[in-house]
């Protein structure tokens, strides 16, 4: 059960509230942080939602879900980190926009809390970089949706300590995660892999090998995937996924990390997955 640990999230989207969900369950008071009102909203219902799934399931009784629910706060204003030991940050795929909230949050956090990311591709050095704590800074890339999801790939950073390392693998597992520590490089282990099966999947549909349908039947059949790459690609966002393969491809600057030029038709079109329903398939 938590300590005195306080823990801040930035961001109510899917995977923000997938983690605030997570630290609530396990005891942690948490303040869940975003700029717009509507989004905390939509955040609580969904861990609400979420909650309500786990009663069903039987993983979790009835008469908790109220006290999971009460120990999370919502915030507008980034000074809300103040008192947290504990920030996790997860905002949008965005370089700048996590440069600009690293900077800032360094300033509002107490001097000995840890910054994490969970940025699913970019460099963690880089975003350590922006702050005066660059040792107290790692990545803690929790997989999606949140709740389900046993893995999160812990990152160091060129600089980040040992403390913090050990304080971050320790957090990961008291709530109920299985931590894997891995190092600073574009994509770092989950998405290296993970994204070129999913461009090359987005490759064979454009080429006409195969339907989106039979693409993602042969890897769940043939490869026991639960779930077919370009389905899973509609529930990350076919952005998102751009936006890593675009990480991949610069950082590494080797063209088998090319996105599919289809994958890239698709974003501008608006036809991100699952959260504009429609993708690859329709929703």
Not at 277 to 283: L, P, Q, S, V
Request: aromatic share 4%.
């Amino acid at each position: 059960m938590a300590g005195a640990d306080r823990i801040a999230v930035l961001g109510a989207g899917q995977m923000g509230n997938g983690i605030a969900h997570v630290f609530a369950q396990s005891g942690y008071p948490v303040t869940m942080i975003d700029i717009s009102p509507d989004a905390l909203a939509k955040g609580r219902d969904t861990i609400g939602g979420n909650l309500d799934r786990q009663i069903k399931k039987g993983t979790l009784a009835a008469s908790d879900k109220s006290a999971v629910l009460d120990r999370i706060a919502t915030q507008t204003s980034l000074e809300a980190v103040a008192g947290a030991s504990l920030v996790i940050e997860a905002v949008t795929e965005n370089r700048e926009l996590k440069f600009k909230i690293f900077a800032d949050v360094d300033r509002f956090a107490s001097p000995n809390a840890i910054l994490a990311t969970n940025t699913s591709s970019i460099s963690i050095t880089e975003i350590a970089a922006r702050t005066k704590r660059a040792e107290q800074v790692i990545g803690m890339h929790f997989m999606n949706p949140v709740p389900v999801m046993q893995l999160v790939e812990v990152i160091r950073g060129l600089a980040t300590s040992d403390a913090t390392t050990a304080r971050v693998l320790e957090l990961s597992k008291a709530v109920g995660k299985t931590p894997v520590e891995v190092q600073d490089y574009p994509g770092f282990v989950a998405n290296r892999v993970l994204m070129p099966m999913i461009n090359e999947a987005v490759y064979c549909l454009m080429e006409g090998v195969g339907t989106a349908e039979s693409i993602d039947t042969v890897m769940k059949l043939g490869m026991n995937h639960p779930m077919g790459p370009l389905a899973l690609a509609d529930l990350i966002g076919l952005d998102t996924c751009l936006a890593i393969l675009e990480v991949l491809h610069d950082g590494l600057g080797d063209p088998k990390y090319r996105p599919c030029p289809l994958l890239r038709k698709y974003v501008a079109a608006g036809w991100l997955g699952r959260k504009t329903k429609r993708g690859f398939h329709a929703y």
